[in-house]
């Protein structure tokens, strides 16, 4: 089934309410504003086809987009536009927030990217790093969610989040 713009505009919506729900994991975290951030509707089925194709280059299965990850993924990517940095940290540590997006027990991992334009140049840039192309080529991986929020106010500009999940 297509994921629809309308759905995209709604998963990136309930990451507020992701957000809401990090509160309660014990991890306090003060998030300071680099300035207005905007998200970008993305084509995660264009996304999931592009990382399926290169997993089967790898002998690996396709990825699907799911809306929990795209919504995992929006969370980070404007976290990060936020702060106007690149970390796994800001807004929780990866493990509490796929506990809280119910993946504590899946195979997960995630990217992240600031700086790239299109999806085409983040993907060669993950294909490039090490641990970033060791997570998309992680065999148990079959569902993604993807986002790219812009701040136009900070160094970067751009700001990217891969989810990836088993199951």
Not at 18 to 45: H, K, M, Q, R, Y
Not at 83 to 91: A, N
Not at 102 to 107: A, D, E, I, T, V
């Amino acid at each position: 089934m297509p994921y629809s713009a309308a759905r995209r505009l709604k998963a990136f919506a309930a990451y507020g309410l992701f957000a809401l729900a990090l509160a309660g994991c014990g991890t306090p975290t003060l998030i300071e504003s680099a300035g207005p951030v905007s998200p970008v509707i993305l084509d995660e089925n264009a996304a999931a086809a592009a990382i399926s194709r290169y997993r089967a280059q790898h002998g690996l299965g396709p990825v699907t987009v799911d809306a929990g990850l795209v919504t995992a993924a929006a969370f980070q990517a404007g976290n990060n536009a936020r702060t106007g940095q690149l970390s796994h940290e800001v807004g929780g540590s990866f493990t509490a927030r796929m506990a809280s997006a119910g993946l504590g027990r899946s195979w997960s991992a995630e990217n992240l990217s600031a700086g790239s334009e299109t999806f085409d140049q983040v993907l060669a840039r993950w294909k490039a790093s090490p641990e970033h192309n060791k997570n998309m080529l992680i065999p148990q991986i079959h569902r993604i969610g993807i986002a790219r929020v812009d701040a136009p106010g900070t160094r970067y500009k751009r700001f990217w989040a891969l989810v990836m999940a088993g199951g």
